[in-house]
């Protein structure tokens, strides 16, 4: 029986180096949060890195001390589950520009003593990579068995194969794309004016403020519209009353009070700025960028690559899955991509669902279709 | 061929009577801001009330003097058009709760002397139709030849069916809905959050101050992504950058300047109340209301029906405009439903269409299938 792996803390790691961004702008010192989770084997062949999405971090599975919820993605990490603690060594580390743990706007800007705001440098989601990179390897790991990671998760998972596709032997990427088209662009972009336009933001210097906490709420109701489906929402909510406003718009149907909670609850865990920083990230990041073609983008990857899709999903739906299987086929790699039924949209790779850890841990557990184990580099 | 109607002047009139509302609420005086083109044949047999959209008004087709644009359907009104003003005499006023001339939150409170503000009466659809038939009573029309509309105009004339069918010969309802579901609800719910929790909207008194405009741009930002399809989008702004920003996170992306440009413009024309007024009126609009059923809503209605959805259109999809088609023919009623093939999603109805304004023109000219006019009352 899947079970939990128990207890976990988040450990804490300031790179070595100066880290050089996309940009041009140098960050000259780099703390990163980051969870491990089951033992790395002593040839160092076992590691798997987890990428969060959005608004998760780096508590990815198990219990924080005298915490009653366990880690964003504890359906899916676990002895025995999709991926398999007994069998791997899993780790998860905080993305770069966010706020638990990991350098972002919130963190304090050396030059001025002070939060950096919107003077942190705008990073890419090839720099939350390079961070990855250098974590792992500080951690001893300069293979990956696997790097996993579902929506911007599984941006960054493409990158790896993009960007160090010797360094990794199996890329699994979940409810994702290799780059957002203007209407995904748009729902970012209204959620960013939300908080931008709130008063409270006051340039991104707000730190010793209330902060935008108006504004942060309706950018995540934005957002959590296009994490379920119009199916599921139906099946969840119809036109329910659930609410008994004492002002007249007030949240009444149950939508609205779900959408009411959800900003609420968001406020108290998650920075404005670096919901700024990583929504200007994902919108910017273009896997075929600086090739022109998916192709050529992947075409150094020799790994496998599992790509799964969910068939509500229409922030990234399968469609957009399914142009990237082609190409790594095109290439003559190995490629299995796998369309799941659901009603529960994007929000569906979060979701506890048997068929998804099975689907992972198989294709974690092959061998490739040479019967071998990918060569050490 | 079609010409425009040319100069045109909206009109006002104040309704004779106090106007009990849904809620139960009475307004004392309720004036009317409305347009007419063409002439009503000496039987008044010819007259077709046309109903305006969420951010629509009055103005429907011509050029108000001075005006560079005309009205919002001059693609569809005027002499030769689908709604030919050489055979109708059109009828298009503002709704009750608007901010262009029809009694609304922005409207002086005769018992403060001050704009109602929030204090004005919730209302429904059901209530800016029942202005709409006090309005044509007072202009000396009994029935009408049609009632059309798209969007929330779609809802006013299905009401008009279910709440008036005998004062109705055909009814044409254009990319809209019976009612909303939660996707619907929740996207409308974003919109009023972000006007409210915007501190210049000071709880909908905020007459003699900025008013919350950076609240409703996002409201409107929010509505246009709705509006457009994600084909459309793509086709239209692809990933182009257009903007110059001069701040780290001013629109950049051509979807981005767009929808800026929406939300200014638009606070500039609509009053941010009446914009949580209207969306609250569609929200709460459900035709199955009182009766349970459409079939029960529209068993009344004897005149036949034209219902118009667009393929793209994910606001108000065929699939819910293909309910109400089957609800008429289960009711022996005569209904024809035409679905436009268009990649402009929901604003399509809005667009220059030769093919809608041919579907509506032959529509209205036909004879019923008895080949005689339908009786009138």
Chains 1, 2 share one sequence.
Not at 26 to 44: H, I, M, N, Q
Request: glycine share 12%; aromatic share 10%.
């Amino acid at each position: 029986m899947p079970s939990s792996i128990g207890p976990v803390k988040t450990q804490y790691l300031t790179l070595p180096e100066p880290l050089r961004l996309k940009s041009g702008e140098t960050l000259p010192e780099v703390t990163v949060a980051y969870e491990t989770y089951g033992r790395l084997d002593p040839a160092g062949g076992n590691a798997v890195l987890v990428c969060h999405a959005l608004s998760g971090d780096a508590h990815a599975a198990g219990y924080h001390e005298g915490a009653v919820k366990p880690g964003w993605w504890e359906a899916m990490i676990g002895p025995g589950k999709g991926i398999d603690t007994d069998r791997y060594f899993v780790i998860c580390s905080n993305v770069l520009g966010g706020c638990r743990g990991t350098i972002g706007p919130s963190s304090i800007n050396p030059a001025t003593g002070r939060p950096y705001g919107t003077d942190f440098p705008l990073v890419s989601i090839a720099d939350m990579v390079e961070v990855q990179r250098r974590l792992l390897e500080a951690l001893g790991i300069r293979q990956l068995h696997a790097v996993i990671g579902g929506s911007m998760g599984g941006m960054q998972a493409l990158q790896w194969a993009v960007a160090y596709p010797e360094r990794v032997r199996n890329v699994v990427a979940i409810a994702t794309a290799y780059r957002h088209g203007p209407q995904q662009i748009a729902f970012h972009e209204a959620g960013r004016r939300a908080i931008i336009g709130d008063p409270d933001w006051q340039g991104g210097h707000y730190y010793d403020g209330p902060g935008p906490v108006r504004g942060l709420a309706v950018a995540r109701m934005i957002g959590h519209i296009t994490y379920l489906s119009e199916q599921g929402m139906r099946e969840k909510f119809g036109r329910e009353i659930r609410g008994r406003p004492t002002e007249k718009f007030g949240p009444a149907f149950a939508v609205e009070t779900y959408l009411a909670h959800q900003g609420e609850s968001f406020v108290r865990r998650f920075d404005a700025n670096s919901y700024l920083y990583i929504t200007k990230a994902i919108d910017t990041f273009d896997l075929t960028e600086e090739t022109g073609s998916l192709e050529a983008a992947l075409a150094a990857f020799k790994g496998r690559m599992l790509l799964v899709a969910f068939s509500s999903d229409w922030l990234y739906p399968p469609a957009g899955m399914k142009e990237i299987a082609r190409a790594v086929r095109r290439n003559g790699g190995e490629v299995t991509y796998c369309e799941l039924d659901s009603s529960y949209g994007h929000d569906a790779f979060l979701l506890k669902d048997d068929r998804l850890a099975a689907v992972v841990a198989g294709f974690l557990g092959q061998k490739n279709t040479e019967g071998a184990d990918y060569p050490a580099s």
